[in-house]
């Protein structure tokens, strides 16, 4: 079974930190996910921060 790393998904519109998730370690990249932003009431781009 893989290692997943905790991460925090941040919204790239207005930098609210509003979920966790986690990650497999060898994934390319920084991971970007759309997510419902509870503050821009919208989906938007999310994206991990550490
Ligand atoms: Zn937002």
Redesign the pocket.
Known sequence: MATRVPISLV?T??G?RGYKSSRKPEAPGPLELKKF?V??ARH?LHREAR
């Open positions: 919204c519109e207005c609210t932003c503050t821009c938007t």
